[in-house]
């Protein structure tokens, strides 16, 4: 008999777990680790893994039994129905990428991950202590909604014209996002309402610290230029404990300066700061025989030699196009010309969006126009329709 053919499954299938751990690690850290917190300190209170008393923020509990554990735990809670869990972690995600890979970005002077991560710290801190001031004392609070409320009016500043779906259904631009999330708060919960309202003065002072500016709602009402209070400076970035307690925590440091001519940065590679790589390199060393050390700086000037006719040649032409297009230069400099570049984008889609708006307008004149002659028409043939039976006549 012929054997039979069998099917088994082959436990060593890397494939699809490359493909994720690609995309996990594909996601910047600090909203990795955020998206990471919130799936965990939401399915412990979905779970009752640990009472929710001890989640939840309140000012004694916090501030005065030294239980700071709260203001993080509570700004992490999601709601517990599948649809709004997934609808808040998809916005947060979108929105935090967004901000950490291009708004911290052009701030940044060193690592836009560290100042995020310091203006996440920062903003969880703020909205607890301005919600127990606002609400009471006496009150505890889940400060997820505030949370994301000030994410969500930190990235509106930046993407103000910007057209998204609300919902995946409703088309509105990013600027009246934080305006729908207060009204939302304010029908279904007013308490909800003023916290989020905390969060959403939170955002505006971080804008107005980072730009040293009085804000966009100023500049607008004082007639400023469009960029007053929107265009980030770096003012409010992380200090130098924080960048080492990040450092310790998370143990990565990214350097930047290198910038393109067109206006981009060009990353270059992480590099662990362990103690062991320190240890090495300050250990290791290039070995040599005894009596070889003139043998090997003659080969060392040869190849020197070697590699300047190359040059003159023009074997090497393709790293000298790189180094003329590579330019270092200093903090300041690199931040300007991130914000003109950013600049020049949103100058680009505020076109765009002006000439669909034209062209949107023309298509509307050009149906009146239609509607306006087929009328005459209509009302041209009613008029000899009604002067034939009278000639008849």
């Given at each position: 008999?012929?054997?039979?053919?069998?099917?088994?499954?082959?436990?060593?299938?890397?494939?699809?777990?490359?493909?994720?751990?690609?995309?996990?690690?594909?996601?910047?850290?600090?909203?990795?680790?955020?998206?990471?917190?919130?799936?965990?300190?939401?399915?412990?209170?979905?779970?009752?893994?640990?009472?929710?008393?001890?989640?939840?923020?309140?000012?004694?509990?916090?501030?005065?039994?030294?239980?700071?554990?709260?203001?993080?735990?509570?700004?992490?809670?999601?709601?517990?129905?599948?649809?709004?869990?997934?609808?808040?972690?998809?916005?947060?995600?979108?929105?935090?990428?967004?901000?950490?890979?291009?708004r911290f970005l052009i701030s940044s002077s060193t690592n836009p991950s560290i100042d995020y991560a310091y203006y996440i710290a920062v903003s969880m801190v703020s909205i607890a202590i301005s919600s127990s001031l606002?609400?009471?004392?006496?009150?505890?609070?889940?400060?997820?909604?505030?949370?994301?409320?000030?994410?969500?009016?930190?990235?509106?500043?930046?993407?103000?014209?910007?057209?998204?779906?609300?919902?995946?259904?409703?088309?509105?631009?990013?600027?009246?996002?934080?305006?729908?999330?207060?009204?939302?708060?304010?029908?279904?919960?007013?308490?909800?309402?003023?916290?989020?309202?905390?969060?959403?003065?939170?955002?505006?002072?971080?804008?107005?610290?980072?730009?040293?500016?009085?804000?966009?709602?100023?500049?607008?009402?004082?007639?400023?230029?469009?960029?007053?209070?929107?265009?980030?400076?770096?003012?409010?970035?992380?200090?130098?404990?924080?960048?080492?307690?990040?450092?310790?925590?998370?143990?990565?440091?990214?350097?930047?300066?290198?910038?393109?001519?067109?206006?981009?940065?060009?990353?270059?590679?992480?590099?662990?700061?362990?103690?062991?790589?320190?240890?090495?390199?300050?250990?290791?060393?290039?070995?040599?025989?005894?009596?070889?050390?003139?043998?090997?700086?003659?080969?060392?000037?040869?190849?020197?030699?070697?590699?300047?006719?190359?040059?003159?040649?023009?074997?090497?032409?393709?790293?000298?196009?790189?180094?003329?297009?590579?330019?270092?230069?200093?903090?300041?400099?690199?931040?300007?010309?991130?914000?003109?570049?950013?600049?020049?984008?949103?100058?680009?889609?505020?076109?765009?969006?002006?000439?669909?708006?034209?062209?949107?307008?023309?298509?509307?004149?050009?149906?009146?126009?239609?509607?306006?002659?087929?009328?005459?028409?209509?009302?041209?043939?009613?008029?000899n329709s009604k002067k034939v039976p009278e000639e008849k006549k």
């Amino acid at each position: 008999m012929p054997p039979k053919k069998l099917h088994t499954l082959h436990p060593n299938d890397t494939g699809n777990d490359s493909a994720l751990l690609a995309l996990f690690y594909g996601v910047p850290p600090v909203t990795r680790t955020v998206l990471l917190l919130f799936s965990v300190v939401t399915s412990i209170v979905a779970l009752q893994l640990i009472p929710t008393g001890y989640l939840i923020y309140s000012w004694s509990d916090t501030f005065k039994h030294f239980q700071l554990w709260r203001i993080l735990t509570s700004s992490l809670i999601l709601p517990l129905q599948i649809t709004n869990l997934l609808m808040e972690l998809y916005n947060f995600y979108s929105r935090s990428i967004d901000l950490e890979q291009n708004r911290f970005l052009i701030s940044s002077s060193t690592n836009p991950s560290i100042d995020y991560a310091y203006y996440i710290a920062v903003s969880m801190v703020s909205i607890a202590i301005s919600s127990s001031l606002v609400v009471g004392r006496q009150y505890s609070f889940v400060l997820s909604s505030p949370f994301t409320t000030c994410i969500t009016c930190t990235w509106a500043i930046d993407n103000a014209n910007k057209k998204i779906l609300y919902y995946g259904i409703i088309p509105v631009y990013g600027k009246y996002l934080p305006l729908i999330q207060l009204v939302t708060s304010f029908i279904f919960d007013q308490n909800g309402f003023y916290v989020c309202l905390t969060g959403l003065s939170t955002s505006y002072l971080f804008a107005c610290l980072d730009t040293g500016s009085w804000g966009p709602i100023w500049g607008w009402l004082r007639g400023k230029q469009p960029n007053y209070g929107i265009a980030p400076a770096g003012k409010f970035g992380a200090p130098v404990w924080f960048i080492h307690l990040y450092q310790a925590c998370f143990g990565e440091q990214e350097i930047y300066g290198v910038m393109r001519s067109d206006g981009y940065v060009k990353r270059n590679s992480k590099k662990k700061s362990t103690f062991k790589s320190t240890f090495a390199s300050l250990t290791k060393g290039g070995g040599q025989r005894l009596g070889s050390l003139d043998e090997t700086q003659g080969k060392k000037a040869e190849n020197k030699d070697v590699t300047k006719k190359g040059k003159a040649g023009g074997v090497n032409k393709v790293e000298a196009e790189a180094t003329t297009k590579l330019k270092r230069l200093s903090p300041t400099e690199e931040r300007e010309k991130r914000v003109a570049a950013l600049l020049q984008r949103r100058k680009l889609q505020e076109e765009e969006e002006k000439n669909k708006l034209e062209k949107e307008h023309r298509g509307t004149e050009i149906l009146a126009t239609a509607v306006e002659t087929t009328n005459k028409e209509d009302v041209h043939s009613t008029k000899n329709s009604k002067k034939v039976p009278e000639e008849k006549k």
